[in-house]
């Protein structure tokens, strides 16, 4: 017992606390978490489960950033062999140019394809999807140099050829632009071709879901270009005509 005079024993005095860190300090106590949020911030929010559901079945049936980067490793491989063949074309241009114009019209859906996939792979990158920007974009040099010359100057050389072909001119301004976005074709292909080659093996064998619908992609603009080439013909003869009559009077 205590003598009369004897101060009790008091327990230690805690501060005063406001009523929302009393309520935070409670949640703590009973083994919850507090958030460290700054004021104002909204909760992250998990996607619903119908997103869900679809976000799964696109990825099967597509593939996701790998399925993209397979289709245009496909897609580039066959643009590969159809450019070379173009190519040997401007080794004797006018006694081959039916054959030229033939591949050049069959390489449009073929082209665009390519294109599509490149630009869904930088959209998805820029709007911010997890697999894309885990990918990273490609070096700054070539994504803000290169790839806008390569796809500038391709819309230019096939319009431009498309261009001749209707029109039927074997020479003159448009000639002189087709020839000139060659040259600068060229070029940015040719160094967008030297840093993305020895990587098409590897990305043609990725084990992504959905390799038969990229097949079909592919498989089916190389039909609509075989098909609009053909379309072609007569337009392509007409022309091949006309220069091997030029090239007659010339050698008279």
Sequence with gaps: MHGVGEALPQEPTRP????????????????GVTSSAPRGAKPAQTPCFTGRVLERIRKRILGGSDG????????????????????????????????????????????????????????????GADEYVRRGPPHLLLRAIV??????????????????????????????????????????TTVHVLTRIFRLPRAI???????????????ASLVTGLALATVSLPAVDQLQDSVSAHVGVDSL
């Design 16 to 31: 005063l606390l406001s009523a929302r860190t009393q309520r935070a300090q409670k949640v703590s106590d009973a083994g």
């Design 68 to 127: 993209n980067e397979q289709l245009t490793a496909i897609v580039a491989t066959l643009l590969l062999a159809l450019l070379a063949a173009e190519g040997a074309t401007l080794l004797n241009m006018r006694s081959l140019l039916t054959v030229h114009a033939f591949v050049g019209v069959l390489l449009i859906p073929v082209v665009a394809v390519k294109l599509g996939s490149t630009g869904w792979r930088m959209l998805r990158y820029y709007l």
């Design 147 to 188: 790839a806008p010359l390569v796809v500038a100057s391709t819309i230019v050389l096939f319009g431009s050829g498309v261009g001749l072909l209707v029109l039927g001119q074997r020479e003159g301004a448009l000639v002189g632009l087709h020839k000139a976005s060659f040259l600068v074709w060229f070029g940015a």
């Design 205 to 219: 064998r990725l084990p992504s879901p959905g390799l038969a619908l990229r097949l079909g992609i592919v498989g």
